[in-house]
């Protein structure tokens, strides 16, 4: 049987479904906002029964494991506490949920033994590693900064001439039924440079890197499926392509990574502990490939 762990109506997550189906594999899906329950838990050999969508898992019929997004989580009941001292009732809510966090990494932890794909422990990539791991391995990164003091900026932007800004750890999406927002790429102009204080909050920067087209590339487990997208020549697509242009989309054709670009990238993984990715690169213009590595998702 394959457990995959995922989000709700992911898309990626459905067109896998879709396969699947179309092999009659067995399978279980279990997403962000559902909870399991443990039946049964031998710390010494591994071996747990769990309760997940009133269907009993046993890790025995466990083969493989997908973890897309999301995770394990423990069933919600709060403990009964007659004790009416707030402080009390507080010390015992963070004890049972540290035991429940403990119990869903042991459970993750069991899953290496698995024919795996990503592991919820592993799940939390850090761009600012993979920056300093990617620059390690000999992979052409951006020239990057954070920091807090309008000067050092300054000295950054004569130094790369043009700059960008974006999250450096984890990306800010916020969905209502009116709008959605999200924290994209952005250029910092001389007349955005003026607004800035001398002390700004902690931000991260990179050089700008001009290019000919971009790169999407989908690594498992050793193979590489990349595709070229041309969003240079759209002014809406240009800083960052995720400003999808409905209108007028970008073109994507499939795209051969050099040898030598995927042995590095290949280092890169095991270096992460990552068996599939996605990794977003720029072929640049100055350059044979500058790679903002710091674009890199830990998940297909």
């Known amino acids: 049987m394959i457990l995959i762990l995922t989000e709700k109506q992911d898309q990626s997550t459905c067109k896998v479904i879709d396969w699947l189906l179309f092999n009659n594999a067995q399978f279980i899906v279990i997403t962000e906002n559902e909870y399991i329950e443990i039946i049964k838990l031998c710390p010494n050999t591994g071996n747990f029964i769990i309760k997940a969508k009133n269907q009993t898992i046993n890790s025995k019929d466990i083969e493989s494991v997908w973890y897309r997004r999301g995770g394990l989580k423990i069933s919600n009941n709060k403990l009964n506490i007659s004790n009416e001292h707030p402080r009390v009732t507080k010390l015992f809510q963070s004890f ?3 035991e429940k966090t403990g119990t869903v990494n042991f459970l993750n932890f069991t899953f290496f033994k698995k024919n795996q794909i990503n592991n919820q422990l592993l799940s939390s990539v850090n761009k600012l590693v993979v920056l300093n791991r990617a620059t390690q391995v000999g992979l052409s990164v951006p020239k990057s900064l954070m920091t807090t003091e309008k000067e050092e900026l300054v000295t950054f932007i004569s130094k790369c001439k043009r700059v960008i800004t974006k999250p450096a750890i984890e990306s800010l999406v916020l969905t209502t039924q009116d709008f959605n927002f999200g924290a994209y790429t952005q250029e910092i102009t001389k007349k955005l440079l003026l607004k800035y204080n ?29 595709m070229a997208i041309f969003s240079q ?68």
């Not at 991260?204 to 290019?211: D, V």
């Not at 971009?214 to 990349?226: L, N």
């Not at 795209?255 to 095991?270: C, D, Q, R, T, Y």
């Open 96 to 98: 049972d949920n540290f």
């Open 233 to 300: 020549k759209n002014k809406k697509t240009r800083i960052d392509f995720r400003h999808y242009d409905d209108e007028l989309p970008n073109r994507n054709v499939p795209f051969k990574l050099p040898k030598v670009i995927e042995k590095k990238i290949e280092k890169l993984m095991k270096l992460l502990k990552i068996n599939s990715a996605s990794i977003d690169m720029i072929y640049g213009i100055d350059t044979f490939l500058n790679i903002p590595m710091c674009s890199l998702l830990p998940l297909p």
């Open 198 to 226: 001398d002390i700004i909050p902690l931000t991260f920067f990179q050089e700008y890197i001009r290019k000919l087209f971009e790169i999407r590339v989908f690594y498992i487990r050793g193979e590489f499926y990349s």
